[in-house]
């Protein structure tokens, strides 16, 4: 079973850029296609990006589709999330997640991942 751990999140400024990583432990990381949702205070989870086990198939939302980049070394067991011009609405609470293969548009469901990180907060100020 895979465990993770985000990290990178924090304050910045409005057109600002961040870049949060998600490390997996476990030696079946590259097995997994990987997410990222958000969550900002009273609204639900929300998918943001996701990756395929090779790095070849990405998937966005279109609030960030083109600002944000999902990326992942497999190498090295984490995934990342570069955010660039960043606006107040996105400020959420960050969460990796993996999960199996799976077709469609069901990548954009929470429910196609069985493992969650804790979460990391990204504050955007105006």
């Known amino acids: 079973q895979v465990q993770l751990v985000e990290s990178g999140g924090g304050l910045v400024q409005a057109g600002g850029s961040l870049s949060l990583s998600c490390k997996a432990s476990?030696?079946?990381?590259?097995?997994?296609?990987m997410g990222w949702f958000r969550q900002a205070p009273g609204k639900e989870r929300e998918f943001v990006a996701r990756?395929?086990?090779?790095?070849?198939?990405?998937y966005y939302s279109d609030s960030v589709k083109g600002r944000f980049t999902i990326s992942r070394d497999n190498a090295k067991n984490t995934v990342y999330l570069r955010m660039n011009s960043l606006k107040s609405e996105d400020t959420a609470v960050y969460y990796c997640?993996?999960?199996?293969?799976?077709?469609?548009?069901?990548?954009?469901?929470?429910?196609?991942?069985?493992?969650w990180g804790q979460g990391t907060q990204v504050t955007v100020s105006s």
């Open positions: 990756i395929s086990w090779s790095g070849e198939n990405t």
């Open positions: 997640a993996a999960g199996g293969a799976v077709s469609g548009s069901a990548h954009r469901l929470g429910s196609s991942y069985h493992t």
């Open positions: 476990g030696r079946t990381f590259s097995w997994y296609g």
